[in-house]
Structures are given as structure tokens and as C-alpha cells.
């Protein structure tokens, strides 16, 4: 089946720092990304939309100069967090959508700003 | 926009025990229907989904969910739970065009006990 490969599984940064999280899609290609945000024991907030090779269409409330999408390929997306800050501690999920395995999702990173 | 409702925010029973668990969505448009579960620190599994057809699908670990069009519903049951039940579980809808995010409900915590 469809497997999206999500790096780093946690990281652990300084406030004021950048992170960068990056999903693959293994065997397949993505015609859309989606990253999503989860804070403990909440659901998954839609952050962003993106397709390959044009900017990513972001969810109202959602800081489109904080949250970096880059979506380079039909098999990478990057989401950068800059200039991170502990209120951004969160798990961020990424979904890879394609017409024959519809949604794929990665593994989460978890994200903790000290 | 379409949106979920999962009624429940936890549910307790016990092992063997009967469970079913709650979603209602909202949208003008035809839509998919989704049930994913998460493990503590894990990404998503997807559990089952509707897209069209049979209006009740199964999962390969004894879950089923019926799409109830005229109530807006699609209820997760499972006839006898175990332990290793114990997740939270999401529903999620989208809408049946392409490039659109899965939008989620709040989920719903199944503790299972002996």
C-alpha cells in the first residue's frame, strides 16, 4: 500500500529557531499535501493546503509566514516552522492524497520548542 | 463547508462489551466518509471508509460503520471489544471533489477495561 514517509518522528528546538519537517511519498505521487496540526488530546486542524509547483492555500487564522510550505515535487512537502516559539509545541501530521490510494498520512512529528 | 460532530468525547466500556460510537456531519455537497484510529504518540490508521456503494462498510478487525444519508450519520459499532481496542478514534469527512482536505471530528476515547 501507500506509505508517506514523515521526518523527523520529534525534535526538540530552541525558541526562536527554525524547523523543518518533511513528507515523502514512497512509490507514489501526490497530486495534493495537506499538514495538520494536533495538540494533546485535540483533534487534527487542517493548516494548509498545497499542490506541486504552486503556493499552498492556508486555513483562516493560520500564519502563512511562520508556517513555511514548500511543495517541490509530486513526493516531497516541507513545512518550516520559523522563528519557533513554545506556544508552536505541537504534533504536525502530513497527508498525501493521490487518486488511487486517496489519503496517506505520515507518522507525525512532534514538535517541542524549550 | 462541511463539518463533524463526534457526540461522544469519551467512551468507557468494558471488554467484550458492545461499543458504538457516534459521528454527524454536515455538508451541502456528496460526500466521503472516513473513521480513523491513533495509538498515544502515533499517526493515524485508517480504520474503514465510505465513498459509495454499500452503505455498510467493515473493517478487517470486526468494526463496521453504516452511512445513514437521511440522518447525516455514520456511526463506528463493534459487537465485542478488546483491550487492545483502547485508542481515540476520528471521524472525518470530505467532500467528493478532488484536492479537498479530510476535516475531522474532535474524537472519541475508547477506554476498554477488564
Known amino acids: 500500500g501507500a506509505v508517506v514517509s514523515q521526518h523527523p518522528s520529534w525534535v526538540i528546538c530552541k525558541s526562536g529557531t527554525s524547523v523543518k519537517i518533511e513528507c515523502r511519498s514512497l512509490?507514489?505521487?501526490?497530486?495534493?499535501m495537506f499538514w495538520y496540526r494536533q495538540f494533546p488530546k485535540q483533534s487534527l486542524m487542517l493548516m494548509a493546503t498545497s499542490n506541486e509547483g504552486s503556493k499552498a492555500t492556508y486555513e483562516q487564522g493560520v500564519e502563512k509566514d511562520k508556517f513555511l510550505i514548500n511543495h517541490a515535487s509530486l513526493t516531497l512537502s516541507t513545512l518550516t516552522v520559523t522563528s519557533a516559539h513554545p506556544e508552536d509545541s505541537s504534533f504536525y501530521i502530513c497527508s498525501a492524497k493521490s487518486e488511487f490510494y486517496g489519503y496517506t498520512f505520515g507518522s507525525g512529528t512532534r514538535l517541542t520548542v524549550v | 463547508a462541511q463539518s463533524v460532530t463526534q457526540l461522544d468525547s469519551q467512551v468507557p466500556v468494558f471488554e467484550e462489551a458492545p461499543v458504538e460510537l457516534r459521528c454527524n456531519y454536515s455538508?451541502?455537497?456528496?460526500?466521503?466518509l472516513f473513521w480513523y484510529v491513533q495509538y498515544p504518540n502515533q499517526g493515524l490508521q485508517l480504520l474503514l471508509k465510505y465513498l459509495s456503494g454499500s452503505t455498510l462498510v467493515e473493517s478487517i478487525n470486526g468494526f463496521e460503520a453504516e452511512f445513514n444519508k437521511s440522518q447525516t450519520s455514520f456511526h463506528l459499532r463493534k459487537p465485542s471489544v478488546h483491550i487492545s481496542d483502547t485508542a481515540e478514534y476520528f471521524c472525518?469527512?470530505?467532500?467528493?471533489?478532488?484536492?479537498?482536505?479530510?476535516?475531522f471530528g474532535k474524537g472519541t476515547t475508547l477506554s476498554v477495561s477488564s
Open positions: 455538508s451541502s455537497v456528496s460526500v466521503y
Open positions: 512509490d507514489f505521487q501526490a497530486t495534493t
Open positions: 472525518a469527512v470530505s467532500e467528493n471533489q478532488a484536492g479537498t482536505a479530510l476535516i
